[in-house]
């Protein structure tokens, strides 16, 4: 799964937080690490960052649904909003969908 998004004016990607939820529930989302299952880039045009959960982080959701996200801290301990979206998984093949949240 990918998602783009951009930081708060005065962040940098140091104050980014990834989120997983893989029962598809924003109650059950968990913080995980930059790692190779969870990789970002950026800046593109227009500040556009992108990141792309795959492998052992999706690996049992087939025919489930997975939220990804991201939310911003700081050392003053101010958080924002998750912004999060939620896919749902083909079990085998087709095609799955994704909501913004």
């Given at each position: 799964?990918t998602?783009?998004?951009?930081?708060?004016?005065?962040?940098?990607?140091?104050?980014?937080?990834?989120?997983l939820?893989s029962?598809?529930q924003?109650?059950?989302?968990?913080?995980?690490?930059?790692?190779?299952?969870?990789?970002?880039?950026?800046?593109?045009?227009?500040?556009v960052?992108?990141?792309?959960?795959?492998?052992?982080?999706?690996?049992n959701?087939?025919?489930?649904?997975?939220?990804?996200?991201?939310?911003t801290?700081?050392?003053?301990?101010w958080?924002?909003a998750?912004?999060?979206?939620?896919?749902?998984?083909?079990?085998?093949?087709?095609t799955?969908?994704?909501?913004?949240l």
């Amino acid at each position: 799964m990918t998602i783009s998004w951009t930081l708060p004016a005065g962040y940098t990607t140091s104050d980014i937080v990834y989120l997983l939820a893989s029962s598809g529930q924003a109650s059950g989302v968990q913080t995980v690490p930059l790692s190779s299952s969870v990789a970002t880039t950026g800046p593109a045009t227009g500040g556009v960052y992108t990141t792309t959960f795959q492998g052992a982080l999706l690996s049992n959701l087939l025919g489930g649904q997975v939220m990804v996200g991201v939310r911003t801290l700081d050392a003053s301990s101010w958080v924002s909003a998750d912004r999060l979206a939620r896919a749902t998984l083909p079990a085998l093949v087709g095609t799955g969908t994704c909501t913004i949240l």
